[in-house]
């Protein structure tokens, strides 16, 4: 795994969410996981999903959406500072179920999890699944107020060449 920014617990720490330009104005509203859930949230959990790094972010978005969408559709990639001091970190040896770290389909058990988790928690770090040795943040937005701020925010544009793959 990629180690964890040294600070963390202490300083402030930023973190990557690459968002649909239309659903920028709304981005702090976490619908998107409120309606269909996540790998781990279930539906009606209002949880924004962000990433420790912006390539991490772009593989998480472009693992649902593809890279055509993603060359295509307008997108802004969101910087996020967080109160570090507020984070619970999983580790991989923490997630009862190894195989929820692989791809493939979302156990309810894990979006369960992932609800107990965040319903102690308001900043989850988990292991990325789409990027091994990567880090996510889960953001709780019901209990998080105040301890996350949009810092920056510019007009993503991907590299072409991705479109070809």
């Not at 709304?26 to 209002?46: C, D, I, N």
Request: proline residues 8%; aromatic residues 8%.
């Amino acid at each position: 795994m990629t180690p964890l920014p040294a600070g963390l617990g202490t300083n402030g720490l930023l973190v990557w969410r690459l968002e649909r330009e239309k659903h920028f104005p709304t981005w702090t509203t976490a619908e998107g996981a409120f309606l269909v859930g996540g790998r781990w949230s279930s539906p009606g959990q209002r949880i924004i999903y962000a990433s420790l790094d912006p390539a991490t972010t772009i593989l998480e978005v472009a693992v649902h959406k593809g890279f055509n969408v993603l060359d295509t559709v307008p997108h802004r990639l969101l910087a996020i500072d967080i109160a570090a001091a507020h984070v619970e970190v999983i580790q991989p040896s923490d997630v009862p179920n190894p195989h929820w770290l692989n791809p493939g389909a979302v156990s309810p058990n894990q979006q369960k999890f992932g609800d107990a988790l965040l319903a102690s928690h308001p900043l989850v770090i988990v292991p990325s699944v789409v990027s091994k040795h990567s880090w996510n943040l889960l953001i709780n937005t019901a209990m998080a107020a105040g301890l996350f701020a949009l810092k920056s925010d510019e007009r993503f544009a991907l590299d072409t060449r991705l479109t070809s793959i």
